[in-house]
């Protein structure tokens, strides 16, 4: 039984708790030593981390346990740093949301403008989590969950020494929505980047099953925070792939700018008052078990990714999974640093990608083209403040595009998360 020391970096996000009974899952083959919970939120690292130790008593689980608001302590040790933040909290998401709604332009906090200036936030502190990193534990293994995650992977790989893996739980939900369907047995090929990712083929026993799929109109369930617009069968035949939920912002954009315009509350605010909710119930100091009110939050299944790749890479199990790393020569298409989405063997030395085969779907080619250049820009911008490649990432990215309604978006954003934004008022 390997023993690790994790570090859990935002430890005061309601969904912690999941995390936890995610490790206690697997208590048979990954033996915790010492597990950190930081958090710079007294309130929440308080309340949530209590729980997660009651929620590890209960279990049995004999381990050194820290609650810190100290970065350097918690990552004393570490064998994997778990990272789940959240730079401005709900109320810099509901900026996120709602701002660009005055442009007519979709409020998303992972994708357009407003996945945009979530990962400008983010980026400055990821870039001091993985300096203490390299500095307090080299080797180990950055987990990330920060989202948007493939951007904020991009970053960590291409901008630091850290060994970095990205996650999304959309992937697990696309594949078992999939076995749902056609049996347990299933192969398939997924392509992407982080929420923006497609199926394009799947297989029982040798057997192709893609065109069954698509003309029945299959499509994987959405996530809780994503309102289901479906995709007709004229899409699906379009565009030849079973499309990722996010995937909805492309092709239901009006639908889906239409619905934020309508809706009495931002997604924010219906989180807020869920997180309120849930960390009333955390305080409950009977309370040692996950509650079911977890699953109204969009983070369905993500205890089973993030431990499941803990524990392959910690026992060397060279399982499947669908992470965020770089392309190498899986992808021609793409350059070989640039981050993907895509299945990948893991073990002992991380994860390297399963040969897709090669990839004749133009619409999918196009679309992943032009949103990784956004993402590269963005990239580039969070990193140096550089309000060009700000303004290039957005006329690229095909949710804004609009000169006027980009440039003058983003002058109240960036004014709108000035405490969050160093790279860009470094010179004031």
């Known amino acids: 039984m390997k023993e690790i020391n994790v570090a859990i970096i935002g430890s005061g996000s309601t969904y912690c708790p999941e995390l936890i009974d995610g490790f206690l899952k697997v208590q048979d083959s990954l033996k915790l030593k010492r597990i950190s919970f930081m958090d710079i939120d007294d309130r929440k690292r308080t309340i949530v981390g209590n729980l997660c130790i009651r929620m590890l008593k209960h279990a049995g689980i004999d381990c ?6 100290d970065l350097d302590t ?7 740093v778990v990272t789940q933040i959240r730079v401005g909290k709900l109320p810099a998401r509901h900026l996120d949301e709602t701002i660009p709604l005055k442009y007519n332009l979709i409020g998303q906090e992972t994708t357009g403008i407003g996945g945009f200036f979530k990962a400008q936030r983010t980026i400055p502190i990821i870039k001091n989590i993985c300096d203490k990193i390299e500095s307090i534990c080299p080797d180990a293994w950055l987990i990330n969950f920060t989202n948007p995650s493939g951007i904020i992977t991009e970053f960590v790989l291409n901008n630091t020494n850290v060994k970095c893996i990205g996650l999304c739980n959309v992937p697990i939900d696309m594949i078992d929505d999939t076995k749902e369907d056609l049996g347990e047995e299933i192969e398939y090929t997924y392509v992407g980047l982080n929420h923006l990712s497609w199926m394009t083929s799947v297989r029982v026993n040798g057997e192709e099953k893609i065109e069954q799929l698509l003309s029945e109109g ?3 369930k959405v996530m809780a925070n994503i309102k289901d ?3 007709s069968l004229e899409t699906l035949r379009a565009i030849h792939a079973v499309p990722s939920s996010y995937l909805q912002y492309y092709y239901c954009r009006n639908a889906k700018l239409s619905h934020l315009l309508e809706g009495e509350k931002s997604r924010a605010q219906v989180c807020m008052e869920i997180e309120e909710q849930l960390l009333e119930m955390y305080s409950d100091e009977g309370l040692y078990i996950k509650p079911a009110l977890l699953d109204e939050r969009g983070g369905h299944k993500y205890s ?6 803990i524990n392959a890479i910690a026992n060397d199990i060279n399982d499947v999974q669908v992470v965020n790393i770089k392309n190498g020569n899986t992808l021609p298409f793409l350059k070989p640093d640039d981050v993907i989405e895509v299945a990948a063997r893991v073990g002992k030395d991380g994860a390297k990608a399963i040969p897709v ?13 032009v949103v990784k250049e956004y993402e590269n820009y963005t990239v580039k911008a969070g990193r140096d403040g550089d309000e060009e490649a700000a ?38």
């Open 304 to 309: 089973l990714v993030a431990v499941n790749l």
């Open 74 to 80: 918690a990552l004393q040790g570490a064998d994997f």
């Open 229 to 231: 617009d479906g995709f």
């Open 64 to 69: 050194e346990t820290v609650i810190t608001d």
């Open 357 to 369: 085969g090669e990839i004749t779907n133009r619409h999918i080619i196009g679309l992943m083209r």
């Open 218 to 220: 299959f499509t994987p």
């Open 391 to 428: 303004l290039n990432a957005l006329l690229i990215h095909p949710l804004v595009g609009d000169w006027e309604a980009a440039h003058n978006c983003f002058e109240e954003m960036k004014e709108a998360h000035r405490q969050y934004l160093p790279q860009y008022f470094k010179k004031i």
